[in-house]
């Protein structure tokens, strides 16, 4: 056996071995999107009041991943708005735009009243327009309601409402032109074609 044929093992041996690294991160991925997938199923049957602690809402757990939107993210940093901080959602109008800071972007939602929210994001794998908890929403995360100058409003609360369920469902997501932030805007304001 030559040097070569060393290296050749080597190889093989590091090519074995991120494969099988790749297949339990699969492995590890799955199950979590299974047991995220029974957590949110549990959080939608028990879920009635939100525990509220120095104005974070606290799930316990995070329910799943809702998407990145590192562009719009920017943006809204750029803006450099903050909106009222929200200490449940018994503060919430129906059809508030509200939305929480995940650090690199920001996640928007509509508050539909009786502590449900309407987004765009993940949902059993894929991503469209559902309805959830305030508190799945939140995932333990300080809520910011944004003002009607920071977030117009055109339409009525119930118009608005009937706007998000006209596209409740909708797996038209795209990262610049419809994501959450672009749907909630929509609902409220509608677009310049309306």
Not at 67 to 74: D, F, I, Q
Not at 96 to 109: A, C, K, L, T, V
Request: net charge negative; hydrophobic share 35%.
């Amino acid at each position: 056996m030559d040097f070569f044929d060393i290296l050749d093992d080597i190889g093989a041996m590091i090519d074995m071995t991120f494969e099988t690294m790749e297949d339990i991160a699969n492995d590890v991925e799955t199950l979590f999107r299974e047991i995220g997938d029974d957590i949110r199923k549990d959080i939608e049957e028990e879920t009635e009041e939100i525990p509220v602690v120095n104005g974070l809402v606290r799930s316990g757990f995070a329910v799943g991943d809702m998407g990145e939107n590192v562009l719009e993210t920017a943006a809204n940093a750029a803006k450099n708005y903050h909106g009222q901080v929200v200490e449940g959602w018994p503060q919430l109008d129906k059809a508030d735009h509200i939305y929480i800071d995940r650090g690199f972007y920001s996640h928007h939602g509509l508050y539909l009243g009786n502590g449900q929210v309407m987004h765009y994001a993940e949902e059993y794998g894929r991503i469209c327009i559902h309805k959830v908890s305030f508190c799945e929403f939140a995932e333990g995360n300080v809520v910011r309601k944004l003002n009607k100058i920071q977030s117009p409003m055109r339409y009525s609360a119930d118009e608005v409402i009937a706007r998000a369920y006209g596209r409740y469902q909708e797996e038209e997501y795209h990262l610049l032109f419809n994501n959450c932030e672009n749907f909630v805007r929509w609902c409220r304001f509608g677009s310049n074609d309306d």
